[in-house]
């Protein structure tokens, strides 16, 4: 009953954008408190879904995120880059771990330099496990349409 998509999840939100923040909470808290209702607790709420429409005031850096990732699958379509391609191109490291800075050099190499506020929003809206670095998978969660390596960067 707690999963719900993102695409869900940003339309209740803007359904509910003149709530705030704190009075979405207790209605969370009070509906799950109700003895016929799984027992949910904010803090074990995975991000996303109905974490988002609880702790987020409204939706413009989730519309901010979107076109983001969406600028960024074009231009890996245009330059035939896998998602894993450009993640190993912009993981400076080596490590599997992207950090903010990595990414903000990546993608000043794209011609997409972004402002430091976007650039950590955007990792925080990728970054599944909180720890501010994304691994290959969180990455490639933001592209779920595109192959995860082109056969034209692969080497025969």
Known sequence: QLATSEAHARLLLRMLRLDACVDRRRWFVDTCS?????QGKLERLKRGGIATVVNTEDEYHLL???ATLWRLARELS?????????????????????SCAELAAGLAWLGLPMEETELH????????????LLTVEEWASGFPDLAASEPATQQA
């Open 64 to 66: 901010v995120q979107s």
């Open 34 to 38: 109700c003895r016929r209702r799984p």
């Open 78 to 98: 245009q330059r035939a880059l896998g998602v894993s391609d450009l993640f190993h191109a912009f993981n400076g490291r080596r490590n599997g771990l992207m």
């Open 121 to 132: 929003a955007l990792v925080r809206g990728l970054d599944a496990d909180g720890d501010g």
